[in-house]
């Protein structure tokens, strides 16, 4: 160490047995979450540490070498336990400063005794103190890599708890206990899914409160993914969105993202609120559901059964509306819309006349027309039903 002569370290080694019994006893009194007698690994590891670092400390003066990489974990190691206890560093950080200043003033009594010259012994506290942030450093950086750890596992038991949620056959009620058991997930009754993307699945579960749990979700065919940051789409399962706060939140949540939210379910009813969200998102993105914001299935429930399978709902709406497939398409734009609003005003003329913004007299006319395309099935409430539900395919499918 700079301006510290090496023989130094054998007027100061001496001291070191008594030196850590000392520091054990004075970070006992000293720091409160140490006030109990130190026990287990955690204990066992601090008297180690102290013994190892005031060693270490004297040695470097007398021969300066690179740190093993056994003294550096010793210390991660420490980080790391306060870490799993539950604890802030604060308290291992404060360990580390009760013996920084014990040993400042042993070493500074051993070295008046030796007639070591004052700037020496400044030095030498300059050298220990900066040798404890040191230490603490590598501390810290065990601290950090648990808490990661800690929130990698947690984010793994919550994406096994959303997969069963979402499980098609659904996950027995027992396996979703266990696996909410497991994630720290307290159960509500009824619950709702959230498809969104644009956003990982922790900050999304952050945005939503504690009571959410998100997982990230393939685009493709709808199955749960891996933790990727590459996969764009996320499910999250939230408790019932129904009372107004909890609303409030929701919205506030995906106010910036494309999102749509499933029907509110018992558990068991999870694979289905978030097929129904999925599927919501996916019109939503091939415009087919209107408006801004959060689509909310259960508002679009006809679009969504109509579109359940697009197949046979096209082939459907190609055989009713057969009879208008001939026509100019300008022509079967018009006849088409005027049917629709005729229909959807109950056969009242004028009503559909102001619905189209044209005259009564107009309407009539096009009436006529359809009449003979579509001959008595304008009078056939089943036949109307089903040439409704056509239009309907055809306005959501175009």
Do not use: K
């Not at 891996?226 to 107004?244: E, G, K, M, Q, W």
């Not at 969504?304 to 022509?331: H, K, N």
Request: charged residues 25%; aromatic residues 6%; contains cysteine.
């Amino acid at each position: 160490m700079d301006g510290i002569p090496p023989e130094v370290a054998a007027i100061l080694r001496p001291v070191l047995p008594d030196l850590a019994a000392e520091t054990i006893r004075a970070i006992g009194h000293e720091v409160p979450d140490y006030s109990r007698p130190l026990e287990g690994r955690l204990g066992v590891t601090l008297r180690y540490g102290t013994e190892r670092a005031l060693r270490r400390f004297v040695s470097s003066i007398e021969a300066p070498t690179a740190v093993s990489e056994r003294d550096q974990r010793i210390y991660f190691e420490l980080g790391r336990l306060e870490m799993r206890e539950g604890r802030t560093l604060n308290a291992l950080l404060a360990a580390y400063r009760v013996g920084a200043q014990i040993a400042w003033r042993r070493f500074v009594e051993a070295g008046v005794r030796a007639d070591l010259d004052p700037p020496i012994l400044y030095r030498l506290g300059e050298a220990i103190f900066a040798y404890i942030d040191t230490i603490s450093g590598e501390s810290i950086e065990g601290y950090a890599a648990e808490q990661s750890a800690a929130a990698g596992e947690r984010q793994r038991r919550r994406a096994r708890l959303v997969f069963l949620l979402a499980a098609e056959p659904p996950a027995s009620a027992e396996d979703v206990r266990a696996a909410a058991v497991r994630a720290g997930w307290r159960t509500p009754a009824r619950i709702a899914a959230l498809v969104t993307e644009g956003i990982d699945a922790e900050r999304l579960a952050s945005r939503l409160g504690s009571g959410a749990v998100a997982a990230p979700l393939e685009r493709t065919d709808g199955t749960l993914g891996t933790v990727d940051s590459r996969v764009s789409r996320v499910l999250a399962f939230i408790p019932d969105p129904s009372p107004p706060q909890r609303r409030a939140q929701l919205l506030q949540a995906v106010a910036d993202l494309p999102a749509a939210l499933g029907p509110t379910v018992a558990l068991a009813g999870g694979p289905r609120s978030a097929e129904r969200a999925r599927r919501a998102l996916d019109m939503r993105a091939a415009g087919l559901l209107s408006g801004d914001g959060l689509v909310v299935a259960d508002e679009h429930a006809a679009a969504l059964v109509l579109q359940a399978d697009p197949v046979l709902a096209g082939e459907f709406a190609e055989a009713r509306l057969a009879a208008l497939a001939e026509l100019r398409p300008g022509a079967r734009a018009r006849l088409a819309a005027t049917l629709r609003a005729w229909l959807d005003c109950q056969g009242r003329v004028d009503e559909t006349a102001r619905a189209l913004e044209i005259h009564p007299q107009t309407v009539r006319y096009r009436l006529n027309q359809l009449r003979d395309a579509f001959g008595d099935a304008l009078d056939d409430p089943e036949a109307r039903f089903e040439l409704e539900l056509a239009l309907r395919v055809r306005r959501v499918g175009d």
